[in-house]
């Protein structure tokens, strides 16, 4: 079945950087791009871009542009998304989620597990 | 910058019907989905383009459109169906997603 796993816990520090994985499993990876969205705690969903695993294009919130870097590597059908420059509002759930869609409309399905990123001094 | 706006609750007793809005400059052009988020859970797909449902979603889940409002109805409702609820859609360029700001659906 598809399936999206992803990286354990994360406990960072203000300034640093940290790196989620997310391998994909049940399908061809190049042929759907791969979200990302983050959830701070007891907040909403919020979109941080999306990277097509076919080419490497990129498209990243406006917010995080200049401090998230998303990346692939084929070869093992793992999506990688890099934060630098950590501040303690970036502590959030991290989910990757499976680009879907036709017609140009976009939905993301399905979704991985979540990864906790914790920002604290 | 962009925004959906849901309202932050819906109170519904078992079997009745509940609606949930979801409202968006953007919406006559671009096309809404819906995901359900059970606590300590990741986000789940129920309703993609205004009004498909996905395979393994129940028949009591149902989506339309009208204007700058999406909506996702939940026909006969059971305490499983308790959980938040986000709309997500684009901005009328398509160049960024955005979600709503969650609906929180409460099985009286």
């Known amino acids: 079945q598809v399936q999206l796993v992803q990286s354990g816990p994360e406990v960072k520090k203000p300034g640093a950087s940290v790196t989620v994985s997310c391998k994909a499993s049940?399908?061809?990876?190049?042929?759907?791009?791969v979200s990302w969205v983050r959830q701070a705690p007891g907040q909403g969903l919020e979109w941080m871009g999306w990277?097509?695993?076919?080419?490497?294009?990129?498209n990243y919130a406006q917010k995080l542009q200049g401090r998230v870097i998303m990346t692939t590597d084929t070869s093992t059908s793992t999506a990688y998304m890099e934060l630098r420059s950590l501040r303690s509002d970036d502590t959030a759930v991290y989910y990757c989620?499976?680009?879907?869609?036709?017609?140009?409309?976009?939905?993301?399905?399905?979704w991985g597990q979540g990864t906790l990123v914790t920002v604290s001094s | 910058s962009y925004e959906l706006t849901q309202p932050p609750s819906v109170s519904v007793s078992p079997g009745q019907t509940a609606r949930i809005t979801c409202s968006g400059d953007?919406?006559?052009?671009?096309?809404g989905f819906w995901y359900q988020q059970k606590p300590g859970q990741a986000p789940v797909l129920v309703m993609y383009?205004?009004?498909e449902r996905p395979s393994g979603i129940p028949e009591r889940f149902s989506g339309s459109s009208s204007g700058t409002t999406v909506t996702l109805t939940i026909s006969g409702v059971q305490a499983e169906d308790e959980a938040d609820y986000y709309c997500?859609?684009?901005?009328?360029?398509?160049?960024?997603?955005?979600f709503g700001g969650g609906t929180k659906v409460t099985v009286l």
């Open positions: 989620a499976r680009r879907d869609g036709d017609y140009g409309y976009n939905w993301f399905d399905p």
């Open positions: 049940g399908y061809t990876f190049t042929s759907y791009g």
């Open positions: 990277i097509s695993t076919y080419n490497g294009y990129t």
């Open positions: 953007a919406l006559p052009k671009q096309k």
């Open positions: 383009k205004d009004s």
């Open positions: 997500q859609s684009a901005d009328s360029s398509d160049t960024y997603k955005v």
